[in-house]
């Protein structure tokens, strides 16, 4: 097998390796760091030596077994510190599982319910998030969120300690606290597809690893929950979102805007796979967040042009959206949307009803620059795409804006 399909089979097993050794002898700081280095392990042995005959089977012996050096080490520095400790090791509690899951079982969702536990920072849901249940190393997240790797290893470090003491069993939360937690992993999935789709810094507009990274966790999570309908729509929420990635970007790395992308370019695919899920998820159940907003991102894709774009039709979606999400980027978003409806002047009088909420954003000076422009105010068009770049983060974005508000000047 390839090197790159031994790295997609690792990435596949990881969380179901993880949740094998959670789910069998429990400890799930030291069991995540074992299962790190089983997965070393096969990295660096099987593109030699071959893959195993089943190679889930080989990851979590060498996965326990290291968990046995790592508790045994624990056992004697507490020994040394005269601390008394009953901790049983692998071999000496090889029953089933008291829930009678066997070994087979897939646990990844149960990881994801841990990893995103109330008790962490969304930062931290996110970075334990793609460590347990991504199977990315500690320097690849780093990398990800242009942070050093010590910062990161803290981070991971900090999450882990957090799940240890807040005592949390193994296993899906009871049902009254299921949904919540359905929607905080949820959550933390978008950002991260978000950070991956519109990086909030650094040189790149894009991270494509960390999107596809979402959309692939997102994937497991439908597979394993396939009738709950916000899990579908966030599936294609994602999918027809990333379809139109290709033609984001210029040579340069600026930023192209959706009115001016070559469509041609768009992910017919993802496009088409995305509408199958939205009409599968939109009959079924309650109407949620994800799927009000993956049926916009739908009118965009199937439009055949930015100006046959069903601008009506999207101002109505984020009208509902607006009584599910007391947000302010969905208020600005409303705002953009009501100026393509219905004319900029009326689109600019709706941002003003934002107030300070977000005025504090690069968006909101960004949106209002565009109304502005459309409405022939060149001159306060100008000024608030300086504005704008002032805030930005992101440098690509920075580069747009000012090469926006240069255009206009000439």
Known sequence: MPDNGIEDLLRTLSPQVLGAVVRRYGHFDLAEDATQEALLAAATQWPAEGLPDEPRAWLITVASRRL????????????????????????????????????????????????????????????????AVGGLTTAE??????????????????????????GVPFGMPPEAARAARLDAVLHVLYLIFNEGYASTSGPELTRSELSAEAIRLTRIVHRLLPEDSEVTGLLALMLLTDARRPARTAQDGAPIPMSEQDRSRWNAGYVAEGVALLSEALPHGPTGQFQIQAAIAALHDEAPSAGETDWPQI?????????????????????????????????????????????GDHRFHAARAHLLELDGDTAGAIESYVEAARRATSLPHQRYLHSRAARLAQ
């Not at 066997?102 to 969304?122: E, K, N, R, V």
């Not at 790797?149 to 799940?163: D, L, P, Q, W, Y």
């Not at 007391?326 to 107030?355: C, I, Q, Y």
């Open 68 to 131: 046995t050096d790592l508790l045994r080490a624990e056992q004697a520095r507490r020994r040394r510190e005269d601390t008394v400790v009953q901790r049983a090791l692998p071999e000496e509690h090889l029953a089933p599982a008291a829930d009678g899951r066997g070994a087979d079982s897939d646990d990844t969702l149960i990881l994801l319910f841990l990893c995103c536990h109330q008790s962490l920072s969304p930062a931290s849901q996110i970075a334990l998030t793609l460590r």
């Open 141 to 166: 997240i780093a990398r990800a969120f242009l942070v050093p790797e010590s910062t990161m290893t803290r981070r991971i470090s900090r999450a882990k300690a957090g799940i240890k003491s807040s």
């Open 315 to 359: 101002e109505a979606l984020y009208e509902l959206l607006l009584r599910l999400s007391d947000n302010p980027v969905v208020e600005l978003n409303h705002a953009v949307a009501v100026g393509m409806a219905r004319g900029p002047r009326e689109g600019l009088a709706a941002l003003e009803k934002l107030g300070d909420r977000i005025s």
